[in-house]
């Protein structure tokens, strides 16, 4: 009886380690999952097609070109991106999205907000293409573009207290357009002008970087850049905000 006594003994004490050893494990696995969680940085991206990536073979367009610069070997800075970019998207789109139970849930989340759009609005405001603009359809879908914005950017300042607002601007995929070059040029300081209204916003222009380069080497179709095209956006993001 009495060695039966002590093998019970000794195997509750084996148990009793055993469970130590594993309540220990979790708690250092959740540990370095909440430091580890609090090293990254997380980006949410808002936008259209451009957002989305169309015209990359390779992956996520600009935001997929961030993603590898900010995340390379050498930064001790990791950074984390929910792109929520869709093609075909408009600011009404974005609105829609940022009353997403799914989506508005996780804003207070977030370190940067990246909102790129308006490509769309201004095309479907002059019918759906860009061959023949009518001055009056687009200066009237500029009004709406530019009320939407600012709701878009009220929203995010509301629902996240601390967290950046990178607004992107237009460019014009047709430099020969000078019709359509004056629009952008409008569209684009109407842009700047809601950035300017709060510290956190930062208006990033575009619509230089595709001057003077040739249209083939650059873009995929009329309207969206292929990698290489991506990759200037990419750039001046970076040379224009630091991710930190």
Not at 96 to 111: C, F, G, H, P, S
Not at 166 to 187: A, T
Not at 189 to 216: C, H, V, W, Y
């Amino acid at each position: 009886m009495l060695l039966v006594k002590r093998q019970e003994e000794n195997q509750m004490k084996k148990l009793a380690g055993l469970l130590i050893i594993v309540l220990v494990i979790c708690f250092a696995a959740y540990e370095f999952q909440a430091s580890e969680s609090e090293d990254v940085q997380r980006v949410m991206a808002f936008g259209d097609s451009l957002t989305y990536g169309k015209g990359d073979k390779d992956g996520e367009g600009y935001i997929e070109g961030l993603e590898d610069e900010l995340n390379n070997p050498e930064s001790e800075q990791k950074v984390s991106f929910w792109n929520y970019g869709i093609k075909g998207q408009e600011t009404d789109g974005v609105m829609k999205q940022l009353d997403d139970y799914r989506i508005k849930t996780k804003l207070d989340e977030a370190d940067t907000f990246i909102v790129y759009i308006g490509t769309n609005d201004l095309i479907n405001s002059n019918g759906g293409d860009l061959e023949k603009i009518s001055d009056r359809k687009i200066n009237e879908g500029k009004r709406e573009y530019i009320s939407h914005l600012n709701k878009i950017t009220s929203t995010l300042i509301d629902a996240n207290g601390k967290a950046d607002i990178l607004v992107v601007g237009l460019y014009n995929p047709s430099k020969g357009n000078q019709k359509l070059e004056k629009h952008i040029h409008d569209y684009n300081q109407s842009i700047k002008g809601i950035a300017d209204k709060d510290k956190r916003m930062l208006f990033i222009p575009t619509n230089d970087l595709f001057e003077d380069k040739k249209k083939t080497e650059y873009f995929s179709d009329k309207l969206h850049p292929n990698e290489k095209g991506y990759q200037l956006i990419a750039n001046r993001v970076l040379e224009s905000y630091d991710f930190k």
